[in-house]
């Protein structure tokens, strides 16, 4: 979708005026973990960033998908909590919203954040919520960026929404890639929800990529939202024709019967998911040594060793008692590319106090800002990250397996 003139403009300014970014920038103080030097650095200039900005975030919090709301949710506020720590005179003010995975619900959401004034939106969560929820935003000029909607319907509905996380056809191509040069598998069965975005996204990116690159499909069946409760014809299907591999490119809900299911017809195979699987561990009730082994693509992997990553995974873990997922890292690493973009501009333009800024003053500013290619953020999902005009992010995918009931890097 175009941009709006008043945001060309804008860009075209930056572009044609502001030097390249570079790691000139003063650093941010470091907290008790040193994880404030997350961000871009800009060369040059000493505006100040000053001012609240209020910060909105909407997920589900309850309901079948909470588990992924929750971890956004956690993530955020330990994210904003240190940059009101160490950002001076520039606050963020927060207030998340529950939408139960439910898209009317996810509207009504987002009407409570604009009586709230929001300048700024994180979320939504989950893919067919933000897909409501962005073509309001649109019209009201409210900048979203989105930590885990990846669908690419997302940010079609106007230039105001980024995203954070992978859009799906990064994904079923990065998966295909991953799997092919890791010899992880000789014959390929898919198993994808064919009434959900989503899983079909990444399903048609993967099938093609896996094509082009001679990676042979001998299985690929489907299932429905109404029918996620027997798998028993498409782990057949798959086992019949020799699969060694299966693909899934689901939620962990549906995840969990697959595996349960092809334990009980003792069919040993290696699994293979992507993000929307990051969770399985932590699902009620499900055995996890039946993930033992289980592979996904992810950007985010709690056994990493850099400061920033260990200093979060210890924040979480003193927080909520849990090792934190990759949505809870997604969460974590919107609040800093806002804060970040919001510091890059100011000091270009020679200051920048957001109190009182209008939504879409905020907006043209943070579109301008994210659409900029010398803007980057240092994240603990993705180093270097940056964004196309279109709202996608760039940024290097990374594997983990299932081993002894944790993620381990791959």
């Known amino acids: 979708m175009k941009k709006r003139l008043l945001a060309l403009m804008v860009s075209a300014v930056m572009i044609c005026s502001l030097t390249a970014c570079s790691q000139g920038q003063e650093a941010a103080p470091a907290n008790d973990a040193g994880s404030a030097d997350t961000g871009a650095a800009a060369e040059g200039g000493s505006g100040a960033l000053t001012g ?56 009504n959401a987002y009407n409570k954040l604009k009586d709230w004034d929001v300048q700024a939106i994180v979320g939504c969560v989950t893919t067919t919520p933000c897909v409501a929820v962005a073509a309001e935003a649109n019209t009201d000029r409210v900048f979203m960026l989105t930590p885990s909607a990846s669908a690419t319907s ?22 295909a890639q991953y799997i092919k040069e890791n010899n992880l598998g000789s014959k390929i069965a898919i198993i994808y929800n064919n009434s959900d975005v989503y899983s079909t996204g990444i399903y048609q990116t ?12 001998v299985s690929t069946t489907t299932f429905t ?55 399985i561990l932590g699902l009620e009730g499900f055995d996890t040594s039946l993930a033992e082994g289980v592979m996904l693509l992810t950007p985010f992997s ?20 849990e090792v934190p997922i990759q949505f809870a890292a997604d969460g974590y690493d919107c609040p800093y590319a806002i804060y970040e973009a919001l510091k890059f501009y100011a000091d270009k333009n020679g200051g920048l106090d957001v109190t009182g800024k209008s939504n879409e003053e905020i907006c043209d500013i943070l579109v301008s800002v994210f659409s900029d290619s010398s803007f980057s953020v240092d994240g603990i999902t993705g180093e270097g990250m940056t964004w196309t ?7 290097a995918p990374k594997a983990v397996v299932i081993k002894d009931g944790v993620y381990v890097g791959l």
């Open 52 to 107: 609240t900005l209020k910060v909105g975030m909407i997920g589900p919090l309850t309901g079948a998908a909470a588990l992924y709301g929750s971890a956004v949710n956690n993530g955020t506020k330990i994210a904003i909590d240190e940059i009101n720590e160490i950002s001076g005179d520039f606050q963020m003010e927060y207030q998340p919203e529950d939408d139960e995975h439910d898209a009317e619900k996810s509207v």
């Open 154 to 175: 997302v940010t079609e509905q106007g230039d105001d929404v980024f995203q954070l996380c992978f859009s799906d056809p990064n994904q079923g191509s990065a998966s």
């Open 206 to 217: 993967f099938s093609g990529k896996a094509s082009e690159i001679g990676l042979e499909v």
């Open 225 to 279: 939202d109404d029918t996620a409760n027997d798998f028993s014809v498409q782990l057949t299907d798959a086992k019949d024709n020799g699969a060694d591999l299966i693909f899934l490119p689901i939620y962990y809900t549906p995840a969990s019967l697959i595996l349960q299911q092809a334990d009980k017809m003792g069919y040993k195979v290696t699994m293979f998911g992507v993000d929307g699987m990051d969770g």
């Open 302 to 321: 709690a056994d990493a060793t850099d400061a920033k990553t260990v200093n979060f995974v210890t924040k979480y873990q003193d927080s909520y008692n």
């Open 389 to 395: 005009a279109n709202g996608e992010v760039n940024k």
